[in-house]
């Protein structure tokens, strides 16, 4: 059972920045896929981001050219640095890993933005 232990949510102002932290139980070097999905109250969890193995990389439309994700394999750590956030980004934002055909989630980080 890999753990996934998310950190760095909070409270912002709109166009303001915040940055997540997922660290990962589980060595992360030959992990498929991590990163990011989000749920916002009353809708369905969304990918955000996403690092592949192979270095590929998947945002969102809703967050591109804003949101960046990278991983640090050294660390077991996959990061979402998050800039210019709107309301609308504003949700609970959990962790994710596959590997194989088995996926992971974390607990979720609350992110707050105020207009």
């Known amino acids: 059972q890999v753990q996934l232990v998310e950190s760095g949510g909070g409270s912002v102002q709109a166009g303001e920045s915040l940055s997540l932290t997922c660290v990962s139980s589980k060595n992360t070097f030959n992990v498929n896929t991590i990163g990011w999905y989000r749920q916002a109250p009353g809708k369905q969890r969304e990918l955000v981001a996403i690092s592949r193995r192979d270095g590929t990389k998947t945002y969102a439309d809703s967050v591109k050219g804003r949101f960046t994700i990278s991983r640090d394999n050294s660390k077991n750590t996959v990061y979402l640095q998050m800039t210019n956030l709107k309301p609308e980004d504003a949700a609970v934002y959990y962790c994710?890993?596959?590997?194989?055909?088995?996926?992971?989630w974390g607990q979720g980080t609350q992110v707050t933005v105020s207009s």
């Open positions: 994710y890993l596959l590997n194989g055909r088995t996926t992971s």
